[in-house]
């Protein structure tokens, strides 16, 4: 999006396929936020990808909350990374009410990743 651009003129005349289309935009250009943030908080390669998609459905969840006085990829940030903190925050919860080591589950998360790897 150029210098100039308003994104929430366009966004509050945006028919629904509009508004979609407009979204993937700036998640595309945006999506090496998406992968920092994925990267940082998840270690398993198989749980980023549902992580990911967790944080792209909070995002358009949200979208209608994004009302253009800060740059898009600030308020992606933001929700991704609030995203994250509650997604920790809930598997820390859950980890602890049945009472198993997170250092267990962290060994086993490298040892299925490096199996994932070498089958692929």
């Known amino acids: 999006m150029g210098a100039g651009f308003s994104h929430n003129k366009v966004y509050k005349k945006s028919s629904k396929n ?8 700036l998640l595309k250009e945006n999506e090496g ?3 920092k943030v994925v990267n940082q908080f998840i270690a398993s390669e198989y749980d980023r990808k549902d992580f990911k998609q ?10 209608d909350s994004f009302s253009g006085r800060s740059k898009f990829s600030t308020w992606m ?11 920790l925050k809930k598997k820390k919860k859950i980890i602890s009410s049945i ?7 962290q060994k086993i998360d490298v040892k299925h990743t ?7």
């Open 18 to 25: 509009t508004k979609q289309i407009l979204f993937n935009q």
């Open 33 to 35: 936020i998406l992968s």
């Open 54 to 63: 967790e944080i792209i459905y909070q995002l358009w969840k949200s979208y």
């Open 77 to 87: 940030y933001r929700v991704s990374l609030n995203t994250a903190l509650k997604y």
């Open 99 to 105: 009472g198993i080591d997170e250092n267990l589950l």
């Open 114 to 120: 490096r199996l994932r790897n070498k089958q692929n």
